[in-house]
């Protein structure tokens, strides 16, 4: 996150393009123990969209889509797929 707390793009690409080129097996992006839980849906979508630009085919991608709601693990689960995801990390609602 950048200081005024927004969606720090050019550290998250700078970051996704390290585990790239580091030869990291894999990332997880929105996972339960970061901001995610905290973050809005426009966000949100900003961390899939930067993701999907950076990582999506090169590096398999985990999207955190775990909610409370169980429709919105749905919902957040079927965007993840429609961004690229290869997995989604779901936590019991």
Not at 78 to 85: C, K, L, Q
């Amino acid at each position: 996150m950048a200081a005024d707390g927004s969606v720090d793009d050019d550290a998250l690409r700078k970051l996704l393009r390290w585990h790239i080129d580091s030869g990291t097996d894999g990332v997880v992006v929105l996972g339960t123990t970061g901001e995610a839980s905290m973050m809005s849906a426009e966000e949100k979508r900003c961390v899939l969209r930067v993701t999907q630009e950076e990582a999506v085919g090169k590096i398999p991608v985990i999207i955190g889509t775990g909610t409370i709601c169980p429709d919105t693990v749905i919902a957040n689960s079927i965007e993840a797929a429609e961004y690229g995801a290869d997995g989604v990390l779901v936590v019991t609602p």
